[in-house]
């Protein structure tokens, strides 16, 4: 994961933008409201604080999640967007499908998975990820889906109709180190989205209760180049130039362990802990050296 | 349900001619169950006012082991025909199976229909055993002979109160080796806790007619009871391949007997700790030394060590707990059960997280294993059971449940029952809260014996009731005063401890909606919170569920940034018995800020007997302990952690690796921190870890 990252970041101009919005829809009842205007603050700070580039962070909840406010912000990204930069949007609330459209419940007009796909297909940024995590949000994702268009949602079809609760923990990913599974310094999306889809599993295995949503995620490949919030002084230490030969290094081993762990149902037991041993022995001490 | 709707649903689609009771009693005969359904169902709707063709319908579905559907058609049958005496005996057998006190009074209509009815008078024999009453039940059973000199459930009345006294029975030989006989005496020995006897008598009742198929089931069910699955199944089995559509316990007991397979076993010389695979890892570590704990306490406190091992097998899937329990009396919203020295009880995955304190269950049940066994299960339930609560929090007083607003309620609307008579508060309960009621009361009564009389009383009382002595003369004996000033002298007890509550209870309840109200509403006075919470919680300091005023005031404590107020709040929350977790956590972070990491870890460490598969807990107990340098702890909190597949896979190895570490154990924090680093290779401090262990750091 952190290999693909760091290839990312070396590919990708120093310049490249990543624009957020984060929408919280209409609660319909005080507790939502509160609930989802709450969850999209957390968000906004959690984003604004993070680490990691240029970024631009945009939150609409309560009154001001419109769908023509909404439209606006899309229609300004779209025009100051380019292709190298990022687009994660994210959304939080009510949805409904009604068989063959989805739509993302907000005050005033709703928005549907049509309207809101014309919106993203005008923003130039070539890598965009979706998250949409209200209710009925699986039947959004036919009309998202696209080349290099990530897509994530509560549920895994547009009748999982319940309330969700997969969105406080995508929140809380973004939150908690331990969504930072290769401690690389960096909660991805696809790390988000495994803390999140584990804790929302759990949440309905503890309760004894039916599970009413499955989250889903189209594009496993490149959701893990999503990153969205970083820890400490990731990515500082390998575009360091200096230790150049050393970082070379590195990611050779890196790549021996992958590929190790490729084999690992080949190996004896014993002979395999002993090659990953050796590897990653080698891998804290290359590490050392760079620090140094 | 399912396999009853399905058997029902065979009825459709069956061409229906003109079949008549007695080819439907043809059929009965000759175990041909479904076509007999459908010649019954032909008969009444060929003859749709004859009351005497619903009735046989009912007791054909009795038999065959759907009490709601007969209940259906004996009610029915008194809508046609109210002097039914039959009818209302059918209903009575229904209720009487369900332990629905109701049962009596269909007796009782079924008697005065018809005076010579002598099995309403066994119904009402074997009712007034299983609730102890054992003079009332050799009425009835005489009364039944009376009509009936060879009424064999009045027979086998007589033979199990001897049984019960340790007396030998001329009753038995009047059995005559009928089976039926001998399974009735069986079946009364199981509501007395007599299993190994039962066993005794389920086995002479298959010998006797090895076609007795309930008697197999039954036979099965007591032998898996008492932790002997093999043989068990082997009697299931044949129940249920020879009985067609058997009972629900037959099915349900070889399903639960299929999942042991799932199950790992853990023995030392005195325990056997069966637990689900999946959890085993998780759970061993707190079950065992529970286990091990309760066994050195009651050792001294009984001066008593069980003969054999202790057996504990806990339950993922409440549903395959409860099959455990299934025919037993008082047995809705039970967390465990003991058979002699087998516990059953749920795990603490078997409900959502915070509603079950396990640990006090598992030493609840641990009482009873030693009392049955020290009594030789000649003990009457209020006393196991009672002394059982009361030993819940005897060692740990934080532990143990406390006074509920049901029992409040009871409690003013005088529905205690006199220490004579509780008892029947756990086998047959007239209200819904009475067996919980019974419970809180028999504790109480405990609570009571041992504050006045001294906590060695209590085993003094239970050494008599080994000898098989009556309720009656152990309180006279022992307590030197009659049942009845007994009572009154408890009853006193009880209004000083819980009078004042019992009084203001309205008040409680209004002001409590209130107080809930006002936290919850934005811009509040805190200082309003706090002082309407402290007031509430002195009217009804037990409340610590839902909602309570400790929870609300320690947040308005914290809402205006006085946190040694909401120290102070929460610690009376946790000596209350609090056990919520988010408050438990929030009072060790407090503990923990002011320089108190021993006492934060004291008060985590309570959550441990509420959800020991809390990742969260696990993890922060770690630090804590690691923290306070008490590495064997911090290995235990971060194995466990490991052991229930957090999340952070490299995090929680890693965690465990430095505690081995610190607990000067190289080789297992090497291991643990190449784990760590395999799941996450560049993980800084993992590889400065691993560097160290090898000895190449700096």
Redesign the interface.
Known sequence: M?KALLMLALASPSFATTFFVTVAGLGGEPDYEQRFSMLAADTDKLLRGAGGGDRVVETLKGADATKARLTASLNRIAAQAKPQDVLVLMMIGHGTFDGTEYKFNLPGPDISGTELAGLLNKIPATRQLVVDMTSASGGATAALKRENRTVITATKSGTEKNATVFARYWVEALRD????????GVVTALEAF??AQ??TAAFYT???RLATEHPQLEDTQHASAFPLVRYGDAATTVTDPAKRDLVAKKEQI?NQ?DAL?YQKDLLAPEDY?KQ??AL??E???T??AIEK | MKPRLAFLSLLIGIPLGAQTIQQAEALWRAHDYVSATTAFDAALKANPKNAEYRVRFGQFFFERYYPDEAAKLFKEALELDPKNAQAYYGLARVYAEDFNPEAIAAADKALEINPKFYQAYELKARMALEDDDRKKAATEADAALAIDPTALDAIAIHATLDLLEDKESPWLAKINNRAKGYETIASLLVINRRYEDALVYYSKAVAADPELWTAHSQLGVTLMRLGRPDEAYKELELAYNNDHTSDAATRNSLKLLDTYKDFETFTTSTTILKLNKKEADALRPYFEHVMQWAMSVYEKKYQFKLPRPLQVEVYPNHEDFAVRTLGLPGVGGILGVTFDDVIAMDSPSGRPPGQFHWGETLWHEMSHAYILTLTNYRVPRWFTEGLAVHEESATTPDWGDRVTPEIISAIRDKKLLPVAEIDRGFVHPTFPTQVIVSYYEAGKMCDYIASRWGESKLLDMAHEFAKNRPTVDVIRDQLKMEPEAFDKDFQAEIDKEVGKTVTNFKEWTTGLGELNKLSRAPGSDNNEIISKGRALEALYPDYVEAGNAYVAVAKACLAKEDKACAMDEYARYSKASGRDADAIKQYAKLLDEAGKPKEAEASLERLNFVNPLDTDLHEKLGALYMKTKDAPAAVREYAVLVALHPIDVAGSHYNLAKAYQAEGRKDKAREEVLTALEAAPEYRPAQKLLLEVSGEGN
């Open positions: 952190k180190p331990a969504a930072d599974v290769d401690k690389s495994h803390y584990t804790k503890e309760q004894k890196e362990i762990k802990k990953i041993s990653l022995l891998l804290a001490k590490q050392e």
